[in-house]
């Protein structure tokens, strides 16, 4: 089946840090890969996603390059922001073979401390 | 631009009572999906539409558990006899036909307590 594996939280950084969440997926058939963001009170909003291998999905300064022969999508931004503070989600979907939803992983809490 | 909305944004229940959660997805959206969400956990796909056509199901859905989209345009999840298990968060979320990878929009949730 497909499964999605982030790394555990809470992830603790001071503003202007560089911020690296990871994540490996598995999956049947070609996925498409996503990073959803969970602000606190919100709810969830695409951050950025990529659809094929070597894409890179970018948005507000963070990015995720989608490794093919590393089955990783790993979020990255260089110079985090207290307003940065939320949940991370990375998620896949399969293309095609029906539309089964979204696969997440189980979230990333990012703190932000001034 | 509407999102997708969600009614009520809260529930709280008696184990063993019925309860019933609307989702309005955006307008010209014609997929929709309902995940659950608990406690330190990612949303769980449970069902989705196609139109009015329900194409999917989780093997969490219980038989406890049943969705529909009458006319294609909103949704309702209902519970039956629920179980304390069932508190959660429900997720609905909306989706225009693609040809793979398009992004789902999701609404606010209903927060379900079961006592």
């Known amino acids: 089946g497909n499964s999605v594996t982030q790394m555990e939280g809470p992830v603790t950084l001071s503003e202007e840090a560089f911020l690296t969440i990871n994540c490996t997926y598995t999956?049947?058939?070609?996925?498409?890969l996503f990073w959803y963001v969970q602000y606190p009170g919100e709810g969830l909003q695409l951050l950025l996603k990529?659809?094929?291998?070597?894409d890179k999905g970018s948005n507000k300064g963070f990015e995720a390059t989608y490794r093919k022969e590393t089955t990783s999508f790993h979020l990255e931004k260089g110079s985090v922001q207290v307003s940065d503070s939320a949940v991370y989600f990375c998620a896949l979907s399969v293309v095609g073979g029906g539309a089964d939803g979204l696969t997440f992983g189980k979230g990333t809490h990012l703190i932000i401390q001034p | 631009d509407t999102g997708v909305s969600q009614d009520p944004r809260h529930k709280i229940t008696k184990r063993g009572q019925n309860v019933t959660f609307r989702c309005d997805p955006i307008?010209?959206?014609?997929?929709l999906y309902w995940y659950r969400q608990t406690l330190g956990q990612g949303p769980e796909f449970l069902t989705y539409f196609q139109n009015e056509a329900q194409l999917e199901k989780s093997r969490l859905l219980s038989d406890r558990f049943s969705a529909e989209r009458p006319k294609g345009s909103f949704s309702t999840l209902e519970i039956q006899r629920t179980e304390q298990g069932d508190s959660a968060m429900y997720l609905c979320?909306?989706?225009?036909?693609?040809?793979?990878?398009?992004?789902?929009?999701f609404g606010p949730g209903t927060r379900l307590l079961v006592l």
């Open positions: 990529a659809t094929k291998a070597d």
């Open positions: 979320a909306s989706s225009s036909t693609g040809t793979g990878g398009e992004t789902q929009y």
């Open positions: 999956a049947t058939g070609y996925p498409s």
């Open positions: 307008s010209e959206h014609n997929r």
